[in-house]
């Protein structure tokens, strides 16, 4: 895969890794992102250890988190499914889509911080937009492969269609960065909408395609 | 793999991401999960350093959160081997199925924090009861999944038994959801008992399949 | 893979799993259980944060959990090797063997509780103990599946030697349960006499084969 | 694969283990760690809940945390990228290659506590050096790995060129080792500088290779 070294200016320079190992790696960092979110919600400690409405309000107590927790845990779901249709149409990967990829990782990585901050401080506008900000930052990196895969379309899948594959990058910039950047906005003036932002664009990835694209 | 994209109303819906990739984000799931679990188990500070005693009884105190990890160990395996299981059953995934597959994965991740709940206070009726719940809600994760393979036995792999996969169903509903939800009602009138549910049901799905199905 | 289903008293059950994916699934709990090892080593705490004599000081006493770390690190690449080098030769999985494995997983899994235990306690019998406890235990686990392999050598691998399998599972009762055990009652004399021994037992395994077979 | 068990003393000795598993149990724990690392970033606790300016008071205390972080997921994902070029050149594995590269997965899995040492003291000159001479160690698993191969070509993969593998080594101890080393001293006359070193040769490892050997 990719053996030749040509490299005139600007021109995609071969990587020497192939697409399908690149592939499992950002695949083992979804997988385990994913699972380690939840270790962020701790067991609460509870002074008279049998009395359930003490556990009762400790857990109720913990409700933001776990909001937090499930609308991260879609919002993985949502990026491992993206991640996967963009591969299916990458042909081959130059060394600036590995690192631009490699950017997506370190966003996903360190989304289990923005949900903890998140979950511990759901009424805290900073908190609460900080992290729409990395879900920004996140979308933004897919805009960057999509647009790297724009400019230099050698690196294309050999059948895919250019205009679908255009028509999709400016979809990812709506859905994306600008629709995060609205939630993070949101939460400035009133928090619980940009709950509801957040987990609304995670839903609109759950529909299905179909649904989506007819208006 | 499934690139026909008719979208009738109700009709499965092409995902565009094949089913061994889908498989090969819950196995690492699955695998992060069991290995997790045990991290919930801290070790146990003692004053006297190098007291036998004293190290003894801390790690007797220990005992209900080793017997929370086994039972909750043995039963990600469960989870795995019946996931596999059903797996080898489909032969397309729909957005649906996806997404159903995605809540599974959801309450198994969930898994480590009522394990540590439960393991922390194991006498309290709403953290033992708690537990069974949880797993009772990954276990109608499975039913869902199968509902939907029963109602678009088009996403069935093509030489399936349509009839034995019913049958399936059916017992996945009784040792499933059922069975956990009278756990988590046990819970309420005598804790251990609902451990000792909990445990019966992950031995089980030990069992060979030819001594479970002879009565 | 393992079609049949035979299920006279005492013979093999077909599982419905391929040998495949349980070594991906074992793998995956190596390669996350070498990981985490590190975790239970925590940055120690300093009031002086800019004084490298205080911090040069903490970090000296984190020394013995640096051992511990060590020992086991190699002693989970031991498992690893083991493990494939058994799984080669194993030509179907049933139900029984597919829970010993299991078994011998939950008992890795379990490695870095005992390995944050023995470091934090370094000096304690029984800390120490409980360590090569837990790995005689593990080796157990290898025992336990030979012995089913020996016992139903219809799952071996086809072209498989019956009779250097016979000496392998016999290697593996010295350098295994017994070698732990030996460490595990040093512990009770001489605690840094069992460090050796466990340190001793996983440098046995990293010695290429040649040179351990030849006396 | 590898068959041969020939032993003549100094002879690579056969590991009866295929590249392909060593390569992915490498994987794992690359994946693994790069997740890992966010986890050290633990959420600050701030008294006034709702408070913007005490939490980002707390947030920009931990800049140290993420300047850290951000070094060693880039370093991961080179070490990452050049363990590939490495594997992709080896054809087959002997028991020293092995344990070399369990060597270098032992120095990659600590990688978690340097950078979190850093992170929490970047102004102690002991704790900087920590971090750079840990990874002077981790290239020198490399070189290491390299050497054997130098020294028994006959494990290189049979079209290799000898000699641009002699350069390749050459170079990685002139920007592996000694690069590290010299951030390491850096760290005992002004830290910063050390910090910018590390970053550095990162920073140089994710620029194109015809870039950096073009001078």
Redo the contacts between chains.
């Keep these: 895969m990719s053996v030749a070294?040509e490299?005139r200016a600007g021109e995609p320079?071969s990587l020497?890794?192939s697409k399908g190992?690149v592939e499992?790696?950002s695949?083992?960092?979804?997988?385990?992102?994913?699972?380690?979110?939840?270790?962020?919600?701790k067991?609460p400690h509870?002074g008279a250890?049998?009395?359930?409405r003490a556990?009762?309000g400790a857990?109720l107590a913990l409700a933001p988190k776990f909001v937090s927790w499930?609308i991260s845990?879609?919002t993985v779901?949502v990026i491992?499914?993206n991640h996967?249709?963009l591969f299916?149409r990458i042909g081959r990967l130059?060394?600036?889509l590995?690192?631009l990829n490699?950017n997506l990782?370190?966003w996903t990585?360190?989304i289990?911080?923005p949900t903890?901050?998140m979950g511990?401080?759901p009424?805290?506008?900073?908190?609460v937009s900080?992290y729409g900000t990395v879900m920004a930052l996140m979308a933004l990196a897919f805009v960057l492969m999509r647009w790297r895969l724009h400019c230099h379309d050698r690196l294309l899948q050999d059948g895919a269609d250019r205009e679908l594959f255009r028509q999709g990058t400016r979809r990812s910039i709506w859905m994306g960065p600008v629709a995060y950047g609205i939630g993070a906005s949101l939460a400035w003036v009133f928090p619980p909408a940009a709950f509801a932002c957040y987990a609304a664009i995670a839903i609109y990835f759950?529909?299905?395609?179909?649904?989506r694209t007819k208006p």
Tied chains: 1, 2, 3, 4.
């Design positions: 070294t490299a320079v020497g890794v190992r499992a790696l695949d083992g960092v979804f997988a385990i992102v994913v699972t380690l979110l939840v270790l962020e919600i067991v509870v250890h049998d009395s359930v556990l009762a857990l499930v845990f879609a779901c491992w499914l996967h249709r299916s130059d060394n600036a590995f690192w490699a990782l370190l990585s360190f289990p911080f903890a901050l511990d401080y009424g805290n506008r900073l908190a900080f759950v529909l299905p395609r179909d649904a």
